[in-house]
Nanobody, 121 residues
């Protein structure tokens, strides 16, 4: 069983940066694709960014392209989401997830508990 723990969320003003971290335990992190999802109140959960196990394939949803960067450190069992130029519409609970088949837009198998990001205008 894989456990995922996110950290780094918070309340910030528009325009600043945050870095989310997600550390995995209980599995072989380097085998998994990893994704960051977010869910805003009243909206469906969406895939924000994803990275394949060797970081060859990376995906970003259009609204965050050029502002967010996903990366991973397999030696530390950690995936990061660097979020720059934050906007109020980025406000959501952010979840990290692991996909065991290394399909970055596949069905994710394990989920963290989420971390709140609130961006004020």
């Amino acid at each position: 069983q894989v456990q995922l723990v996110e950290s780094g969320g918070g309340l910030v003003q528009a325009g600043v940066s945050l870095r989310l971290s997600c550390t995995a335990s209980g599995g072989t992190f380097s085998r998994y694709a990893m994704g960051w999802f977010r869910q805003a109140p009243g909206k469906e959960r969406e895939l924000v960014a994803a990275i394949s196990r060797s970081a060859i394939s990376i995906y970003y949803t259009d609204p965050v392209k050029g502002r967010f960067t996903i990366s991973r450190d397999n030696a530390k069992n950690t995936v990061y989401l660097q979020m720059n130029s934050l906007k109020p519409e980025d406000t959501a609970v952010y979840y990290c997830a692991a996909e065991t088949r290394n399909i970055i837009k596949g069905e994710y198998d394990y989920w963290g508990q989420g971390t709140q990001v609130t961006v004020s205008s």
